[in-house]
């Protein structure tokens, strides 16, 4: 025996397994494919703005909207602020609980934004 390892190949080879084609006449069966779901669209529900804040023109429509007021809680505030692209504020308006806060979003804005507040809801 040298010192060198030695390698063994076996002619014999493992079984494979059979393929199976169509039968004559027979189609190829289909191949599977995975298919995602459509994604739930993010935003608001359609109509209304709840807390966070939204892009108007994408996920809110320009118009007037009115919300309840303050949610019930630790700071019952409702604050709500209409910005232009450069973010400044062109709208803002604030409510305690049960005062209603109006508010008109301009085709002109970029984003709405409100926290602590009631959802709001299209006026009209």
Request: proline fraction near 10%.
């Amino acid at each position: 025996m040298s010192g060198s390892p030695s390698t063994s190949s076996s002619n014999s080879s493992a079984p494979s397994a059979p393929t199976l084609a169509p039968a004559a006449g027979e189609d190829a069966p289909a191949t599977a494919q995975t298919v995602e779901a459509a994604p739930e669209p993010e935003g608001p529900e359609a109509g209304t703005i709840p807390q966070g804040e939204w892009i108007v023109g994408d996920e809110v429509a320009p118009g007037r909207y009115r919300s309840a007021g303050a949610e019930t809680g630790i700071f019952e505030l409702c604050s709500v602020f209409v910005n232009d692209e450069s973010g400044s504020v062109m709208d803002f308006s604030t409510g305690n609980e049960g005062e209603q806060v109006l508010i008109t979003i301009p085709e002109n804005a970029a984003t709405v934004s409100n926290s602590g507040c009631v959802p709001f809801r299209p006026v009209g």
